[in-house]
């Protein structure tokens, strides 16, 4: 028999810079690039779904189609009439990017606005994938709905990962933030945070406080990132160690570094990797998407069947 990796957010029409003032369209967005990704990496016996809502209108169908030509099962988006896709633009600046972003009719905040389509979707999964924009973009009411059928989810025995991925202006203030984040780590048995983003959650963490948190929280494994730094790996079985970093001569782009991290590692630890082998993997992916304009980087696959 097959398996099952679902990731739940928001996939939104994306405009990457170019160069020259010009833009290229594509559709990305956090957990759609995992998903993305989590689709090349895994074997053909694993079904990779996304999981959202977009609207009935042509951007949504484009979206949906682009999908399903990159081997996504789309049945699990729902389809809310009156309402679009998002938008987002990706500004660089050696590297580094920023973004600006259009979302207000975004269906996708509409996720956990229905918990029987919610638990119907999540029910059967081996691996359930989200993050912290999952949850930023949704209501109080909808961020407890979601959390809520996680935990019933985990408690039958899906694997369920989260990416605390942190953007600051989509939470409606700093506490709210850290209580969501906090949250979503608590159903969580993967846990991906980012270092200069737990910086920001919790001012004056250090690593050794932010793998205890997470621990408290009750995850069974850490990855914790830190840019082109170390990586700092945490299971019950083998407490902390540390991955040296892999050093890029030429970073273009760092858009979906930490996507396709999360969909490298969480892959190979479905699999039975060991925590070194998944982030060793999940490092060198990071370190050759970020060479590459854009969220998803199809060149790295060409070649592979």
């Known amino acids: 028999m097959g398996s099952s990796f679902i990731s739940l957010g928001e996939c939104m029409v ?30 053909k016996t694993w079904s990779v779904s996304y999981g959202s809502c977009i609207g009935a209108d042509a951007a949504s169908g484009e979206m949906r189609a682009f999908m399903e030509a990159g081997g996504i099962d ?3 988006l729902r389809v809310i009439p009156d309402q679009t896709v998002g938008l987002y633009m990706i500004s660089l ?25 919610l638990q119907a979707t999540l029910a059967g999964c081996d691996v359930i994938y989200f993050s912290g924009i999952t949850l930023a973009i949704l209501s109080p009411e909808g961020r407890a709905a979601l959390c809520a059928a ?4 985990r408690r039958q025995g899906t ?27 608590a159903v969580a048995d993967i846990i991906l945070p980012s270092f200069d983003e737990e910086q920001i959650l919790f001012e004056g963490a250090t690593a050794s406080d932010t793998i205890a948190r997470y621990r ?25 160690r540390v991955l ?12 979906a570094a930490g996507d396709s991290f999360g969909a490298a590692f969480v892959a190979n630890v479905a699999q039975g990797c060991s925590l070194e082998e998944a982030a060793l993997a999940a490092m060198q992916l ?4 970020i060479q590459y304009r854009g969220a998803l980087v199809p060149q790295i696959f060409k070649g592979e069947k």
């Open 244 to 255: 040296p970093c892999r050093p890029v001569d030429h970073v273009v782009d760092s858009t």
């Open 14 to 43: 994306e405009l990457s810079d170019q160069g020259g003032g010009l833009y290229r369209r594509g559709f990305a967005g956090d957990t759609f690039n995992t998903a993305w990704y989590a689709r090349r990496i895994l074997p």
């Open 159 to 185: 694997m369920i990962a989260f990416d605390t991925n942190l953007r600051p202006r989509l939470w409606e203030d700093h506490a709210t933030m850290q209580t969501g984040i906090m949250a979503g780590a």
């Open 286 to 289: 990071a370190g050759q998407v």
């Open 74 to 76: 789309t049945k699990a």
């Open 216 to 240: 408290a929280a009750g995850a069974h494994i850490i990855a914790l990132k830190d840019g082109a730094g170390d990586v700092q790996l945490w299971d019950e079985a083998g407490g902390v």
């Open 150 to 153: 996680l935990a019933e989810a």
């Open 93 to 117: 600046d050696q590297g580094e990017r920023s973004f600006s972003y259009w979302r207000s009719q975004s269906a996708a905040r509409c996720l956990a606005d229905d918990p029987a389509w």
